[in-house]
């Protein structure tokens, strides 16, 4: 499967208070299945769904934003302490094609299909902090 390229420059929005990442992380968001355009109102509903999916789990969850690196596209998500099992399984419950695992600061995109995984480099240097 060749990966888009908008998701090997993905940055990462995240409020701008929060500094203490646990060792290891999921990134989900449930916007645009299969990368296909929902409506505004198909997307909000899904995030709330995955929302409470990791509520139910009584997982410590944050807002995390993916963007493009100049902020044009922003896909609403959620940074999660779960497995990277349970991340791929809810990635793929919520039609992604991939989710991201950040492990000691290193960042890997991990397709939902395959398990494939491609190291991305610091997580740190993409994130942006919001206010």
């Known amino acids: 499967m060749v990966i888009p390229q908008e998701y090997l420059t993905t940055v990462f929005q995240i ?11 999921a990134i989900i968001t449930a916007w645009n299945p ?27 969850y944050l807002r995390v934003t993916g963007c493009s690196p100049d902020l044009s596209h922003r896909e609403p998500g959620w940074g999660a ?5 349970e991340a791929i399984r809810l990635g ?3 039609g992604q094609r991939a989710i991201w695992w950040v492990e000691n600061d290193e960042l890997i995109l991990v397709m939902c ?5 491609t190291p991305l480099g610091s997580f740190q240097l993409r994130v942006r902090r919001t206010s």
């Open 15 to 25: 409020p701008g208070a929060f500094t203490a990442f646990p060792p290891s992380f």
């Open 34 to 60: 299969m990368d296909r355009p929902a409506t505004r109102r198909e997307n909000d509903l899904a995030d709330e769904a995955l929302r409470r999916s990791l509520e139910l789990r009584q997982l410590p």
């Open 81 to 85: 302490r779960l497995s990277k099992p």
């Open 92 to 94: 793929k419950r919520f």
């Open 113 to 117: 299909e395959d398990g494939n995984e």
